[in-house]
């Protein structure tokens, strides 16, 4: 691991004594317990005994006693002021071989040995850990001349411009809209918030980026990935409000040939490599209802929200009751002259206590005065439920429940109708809100416990209609039974075309092959997620089968140190072309689907986007975290064919 040093911290220096013990008394005290021993080695730390407490439906650990909790902020305010009084200069992590104690403390117990060089990645003690090292100096004349396409500015393509400067390589960005940010450019929605920790959603490099909430909004997201465009000096190499039409593989040239339409026109560019960056949930998925056309107020889809709009008083249709329709009707409804929501299938929730609260500014403050805060809250929030967090997706083909596939699996939906119940004072309502499918066998919806769907469908405003639409009309929607809504406006939250990856591009590889006859059989699918035999030197971020295992950020940064050791290989040998081959695509698919079959998504009660009409899911991952690293960490190039 790199050396790194804690900045020097000029605000604590003015801080007082009372500011400091103010500050401490709202930090985890887990993570200060893991942080002091690391910057400290004080054996007092490891000593105590713990407890396991409630917070809200979840059960965390802490220290077992008062006295327990009193000495680890006694210990942390007293680091806290001594490191002031020495002047809050530039100081180390502490011992790298104690790194893995000190988190085991953070959570309670030993990490497992699997996952451990993982967890430390996490931390981001080493914000650049997953980026190129060149194994060898590049010829300068090689190096000047190999350019690599980015397809999209989001999260994904902004990682891979960043880590593609850093390692020297020639790049450009293609984005279709007038600025960076993807998802959270396009997704502007009333309540659009993260379901992801924010510590665990940004990228390593990220770890000091202030997080005013433990689940970012839209709003704090979007600054996010505007402070990584101008951090990292990226918008000069970005062409903005240009779409890429087509990819094609040039064999002569072993380049590239992007086609692109945008204010200049339609015109192709070059490139030696693509790494497309469009995500999976990016092209919004309208349905199909008769008389669509006919309602002649405005309607719209949430990932195309108009800027500026007032729906205060306003009669308003939501269509649709994913992530995006529960995220959105709470808020509506607070100035909504009444909402309507056309509910098919309703999703299990998951309260999260704060999910939509700010975080106190003492921790704010820590994150900024005490060494090293950030990068051991990070590990927390992605530590959760633990390394195999996978796994409780599991089907135990031994349990025998009508509703459910696992033991814990059970213990999900029993907590979820607790939660159900008590918010719901209608038994009926219970049981129109309880799914029929197994808990996580659809994307799930966490929630604040504070106000959610749940209390929003049951204000005065809001009507909840389950009998499906037969049309729309001039006026509003006319319900499953005949009864007609009349609305001012109706607002799709009907989510994305998931499983249409690289859509609307035409890529044609090798011998004029399609990505679209590649996956014509039976989906989406690629090796490791991101490589498609018969397209040399493309890499897709966010591709088939890469939802799930670990989160998003975390899966871009490995699938783009992937991509780059590739690119290295052929730039420090002298090669024009590497994809990969056709039966390890096929071998690594085969662990792919064998494993999804035994995941609960499979259950054939669920019906959503993430188990295909083929029979197989072309979206979610079944490994674990540290497995999926283990895949990524370096290429076996005897799966691959270079030349």
Known sequence: MATIEAPVRPELRMASDAQIEDAVGHADLMVLRGLLYQLTGDPELKAMELKRVKMGRAEVVAPATDADAALVRRKAVDFLKAYRDSGAGRIGYGPEERLPESLA???????????IDLMVEETALD?????????????????????????????????????????????????????????????RYPGARVDTPSRSYMNLFGVDFPYPYAFGNHV?????????????????DITFDTEVRALTWDEAASMWEIHVDGPQGEHTLLANAVITGVGFLNRPNMPEIEGMRDFEGPSWHTARWPEDVDLAGKRIAVIGTGCTGYQLVPELAHTAGHVTVFQRTPQWLFPVPGYLSESSPQVQWLDRNLPYHTNFMRFRAFYAAGPDLAKIFDIDPDFDDPFACSAVNKAARDASIAFLESKLSDPKLVEIMTPNHPAWSARPVVVDPEYSILDALQADNVTLVTNGIRRINRTGIEDGQGVQHDVDVIVYATGFRANDFLYPMTITGRGGQTIEALWAADGARAYLGCMMPGFPNLWALYGPNTNGGLPVAQFHEMT????LQCMEKLILDGKDTIEVKEDAY??????????????????????????????????????????????????????????
């Open 220 to 236: 704090e997201n979007q600054k996010y990935y505007d402070w990584v465009a101008d951090e990292f000096d990226l918008r000069g």
């Open 586 to 643: 096929w071998r690594y698919n085969k662990l792919v689907d064998e494993g999804n079959r035994m995941k609960v998504w499979a259950d054939p009660r669920a019906h959503n986007y993430w188990w295909t009409k083929h029979g197989r899911t072309a979206s979610q991952i079944p490994f674990t975290g540290y497995e999926v690293r283990e895949f990524l960490l370096h290429p076996d190039f005897a799966d691959m064919e270079i030349h």
């Open 127 to 187: 914000p650049w850990a997953r980026s190129l090292q060149w194994q060898a100096e590049p010829d300068p004349a090689r190096l000047e001349t190999f350019s690599v396409m980015i397809i999209g500015a989001g999260m994904g393509g902004l990682n891979a411009a960043v880590q593609l400067k850093r390692a020297g390589i020639h790049y450009h960005i293609v984005e279709k809209n007038s600025g960076v940010g993807g998802t959270w450019y396009e997704n």
């Open 105 to 115: 403390l953070i959570v309670g117990h030993e990490i497992k040995a699997e996952a």
């Open 560 to 563: 783009t140190i992937y991509a």
